[in-house]
């Protein structure tokens, strides 16, 4: 006795010539990581990356903070009894210099940080990175947050020596410093990327930077203020956006003193 056999019937579509329609493909278990997270994750390891080399050089911690201390010594000592400061008569010349150097340590540290853009194009880490799938503004975003936050870092270190300057810590206008220094962070940084996007070596970086930045700053009324000065130094020292900052730091560290 054999066994029944069962034979497939065809569908009313196979029989009459159609194909049946493919089933669909079931979706892959495992995701692939979105586009803002590829843009965070380049951001977050270009700013890791800066701040861990920063660290990791002995030289640069020790010249952050022993450099603005020695100008703010020898320039507000040398100053202070032969510089009498029109326009802030509540202030010595060494509280008067003082938020000068703290934005000149902001300044500094920008030109130093933002130098490393010439560096890893040279080491050819910045064309793996454009070819990674991070898109130009995460990496320009990466590395001006890494470079800011060295050069905020640094001018918290300075600030510090505040109470030195005639700075009642119970009185400073913390959230008006944080925003003004915050601002200036970002402000120079970017400036300083422009320019090491544009200048392919150290040396030419590092000239443009002295003809443009350094004026900027001795001109901002961080060495001395706009009243007292010429006429047409004064037109440019009221046009120079980096006074803003200086005057910033002035009015959240003395108030109605600056």
Do not use: C
């Not at 600030?159 to 402000?187: C, E, I, K, Q, W």
């Amino acid at each position: 006795m054999s066994a029944d056999i069962p034979v497939p019937v065809p569908s009313p579509m196979e029989a009459q010539g159609e194909a049946p329609e493919a089933s669909p493909v079931a979706p892959a278990s495992r995701r692939e990581p979105g586009t803002l997270a590829l843009q965070w994750a380049t951001v977050r390891v270009l700013l890791v990356r800066d701040v861990v080399r920063f660290f990791r050089q002995p030289s640069r911690v020790v010249g952050a903070l022993a450099q603005p201390i020695l100008f703010w010594f020898v320039i507000g000592s040398g100053f202070a009894g032969s510089f009498r400061v029109e326009g802030a008569q509540g202030l010595g010349y060494q509280q008067f210099f003082f938020p000068g150097v703290v934005t000149m340590v902001v300044l500094f540290s920008a030109i130093f940080a933002t130098i490393t853009v010439i560096e890893d194009r040279k080491e050819g880490f910045l064309q793996a990175v454009l070819a990674g799938p991070g898109s130009r503004l995460a990496v320009v975003l990466g590395k001006a947050l890494g470079s800011s936050t060295i050069a905020l870092m640094q001018a918290s270190l300075f600030l510090l020596f505040a109470p030195l300057a005639g700075v009642d810590v119970r009185a400073v206008d913390y959230p008006l410093l944080a925003a003004v220094m915050v601002l200036s962070a970002l402000a120079l940084t970017g400036m300083g990327m422009a320019l090491a996007w544009w200048v392919r070596s150290s040396a030419g970086y590092h000239a443009v930077m002295s003809l443009v930045m350094l004026p900027m700053w001795v001109l901002s009324g961080a060495m001395f203020p706009v009243k007292g000065a010429g006429p047409v130094l004064s037109w440019v020292m009221l046009l120079n956006p980096m006074r803003f900052s200086v005057e910033g730091v002035r009015r959240a560290l003395y108030g109605a003193q600056a």
